[in-house]
């Protein structure tokens, strides 16, 4: 009766349903990484701002931008050959991923009012990209070979609960 319920609402509201999902998991990336510092690495309590603004990115910014690359994407290359898959993983990359990290540092740098807004940016996209391939380019050779177009932005953000964790670790460390 549930999984009909939720089968229903990604046909109906595939946009919703999946922001409602991705966002869920995004925060619960950044939840999971308070939770390790407070338990076993005598952190400070759960700071509630931070999972807000990770909330409104995880909700509100990224899954429409997935939805909508997806989309894109999975219409102008069409199958499963090598050649395709290659050409959607180079894309995803190194067209998509490289302002998805300044969209990350520089929102986050605003909602905490920052005064220079890109300094974080600066210091940190170089070794946050590389860690990003070395997730994502696996995590995407088998989204692009494995999953159903309509399933991806779940998927990326069932990996992206993973890579959130990843990114909480780059935003705490100070370079």
């Keep these: 009766m549930a999984l009909a319920l939720v089968k229903r609402v990604f046909k109906k509201y595939p946009l919703v349903a999946n922001c409602g999902v991705y966002g869920t998991l995004y925060v619960g990336a950044e939840f999971s990484q308070q939770t390790i510092n407070k338990k076993f690495l005598g952190g400070p309590p759960y700071d509630f701002p931070m999972l807000m603004r990770y909330g409104l990115l995880g909700v509100a910014l990224y899954p429409p931008i997935y939805y909508h690359w997806y989309k894109w994407l999975d219409a102008r290359y069409v199958g499963r050959a090598a050649p395709i898959i290659v050409k959607k993983l180079l894309l995803d990359q190194f067209i998509l991923t490289p302002p998805l990290l300044v969209i990350f540092?520089?929102?986050?740098?605003?909602?905490?009012?920052?005064?220079?807004?890109?300094?974080?940016?600066?210091?940190?996209?170089?070794?946050?990209?590389?860690?990003?391939?070395?997730?994502?380019?696996?995590?995407?050779?088998?989204n692009f070979l494995l999953v159903p177009p309509a399933a991806r932005v779940v998927y990326v953000g069932s990996c992206a609960f993973i890579w959130v964790n990843i990114l909480c670790w780059f935003k705490r460390q100070n370079y």
């Design 105 to 142: 540092y520089t929102s986050m740098s605003i909602m905490e009012r920052k005064g220079d807004i890109l300094e974080e940016c600066r210091n940190k996209i170089i070794p946050t990209f590389k860690s990003s391939c070395m997730f994502w380019l696996p995590a995407q050779s088998l």
